[in-house]
């Protein structure tokens, strides 16, 4: 039996890549993440697995040597369109943390690259930052693709347009992993996803529209204003969750995102689950690209 990709995490957050790649049949061996709620969270559901708790203090040897993958979501927050005339790109000191997790894999080389980031990355500094990221990426030997995915085609009743990066070791296996032979199944209306590319367990569970999104600033902000819309909606998707925590989500019970409903409880209650949702990635989009990958993955020796 082929031996499972192993799995180092960066960014980690609450575990959103780490579940997905775990249920793509492969194991976590690593983590990093700062944030000590997030910490929490990762304690809680990866006991046993090694947690680094700042990036600017890892060692190189702290990375188990088989990891094959890499993975993770460098912080966003210098690349936003949300931060418009704020946008430092990867000059920032946070969206810079990039090139922290280059030093590592200049000299380990893990075989595939999976990254994760806001689609302001595309055009901060016209360009300028994501040429920088290909650049180096291809100057250590990876065949780099990338693609903007949006959750909701996955299952999700949430929009979350990300751009996801994959690169492969000295070949274009990444190329693989992210595009499909011939056309794009389209989603059959608003709000349902493709579920020809979602996992099983979500088909059933997400058809219905019980989720209702609400917030604030809603005076002012047509809902049509794209993902920084305000307001109401109950179209059976909701808006991007926001990362600063200061948007209201109410769901029922049963909600896919389980977050509690809004009304008689204290703003700061839930105010680090919405920041930590709000960074985390969309696990159904991890769940399909690492499934592609562990496919890809057999073909390695063949063409390298």
């Not at 993440?33 to 046993?48: T, Y």
């Not at 690349?79 to 969206?95: C, E, H, V, Y």
Request: net charge positive; hydrophobic share 35%; charged share 25%.
């Amino acid at each position: 039996m082929r031996k499972k990709i192993r799995v180092a995490s960066f960014f980690s957050g609450i575990g959103g890549f780490d579940l997905g790649m775990e249920r793509a049949g492969m194991k976590v061996v690593f983590q990093s993440e700062i944030n000590k709620f997030c910490q929490k969270v990762l304690d809680k559901h990866w006991r046993n697995v090694y947690l680094n708790k700042d990036i600017n203090k890892l060692r190189l040897e702290d990375i188990p040597e088989e990891a094959q993958l890499w993975c993770g979501g460098f912080p966003c927050q210098d690349l936003s369109l949300a931060n418009q005339g704020k946008r430092k790109g990867l000059g920032g000191d946070r969206s810079g943390l990039f090139f922290k997790l280059a030093k590592f894999i200049k000299p380990r080389l893990p075989r595939w690259l999976v990254i994760e980031n806001v689609p302001g990355l595309i055009n901060s500094h016209n360009g300028q930052d994501f040429k920088v990221l290909l650049q180096t990426l291809d100057e250590f030997g990876y065949g780099v693709s990338w693609r903007i995915l949006d959750a909701k085609y996955f299952g999700t009743p949430q929009r979350r347009r990300r751009v996801y990066i994959v690169a492969s070791l000295g070949n274009l296996l990444s190329a693989e992993v992210l595009f499909e032979p011939g056309a794009t199944t389209v989603a059959p209306r608003q709000g349902l996803g493709t579920w020809e590319i979602s996992p099983p367990r979500f088909r059933e569970g997400n058809k219905e529209s019980n989720i209702y999104s609400i917030q604030h600033a809603g005076i002012g902000r047509k809902h049509t204003a794209g993902p920084q819309a305000k307001g109401y909606r109950n179209d059976g998707e909701t808006y991007t969750l926001d990362s600063r925590g200061n948007s209201d989500a109410v769901c029922k019970a049963d909600g896919s995102l389980r977050v509690r409903s809004s009304s008689g409880i204290s703003s700061g209650l839930d105010g680090s689950r919405y920041r930590a949702i709000g960074n985390a990635v969309a696990v159904p989009v991890v769940e399909w690209i690492g499934k592609r990958i562990v496919k890809a993955d057999k073909k390695y020796s063949q063409v390298k």
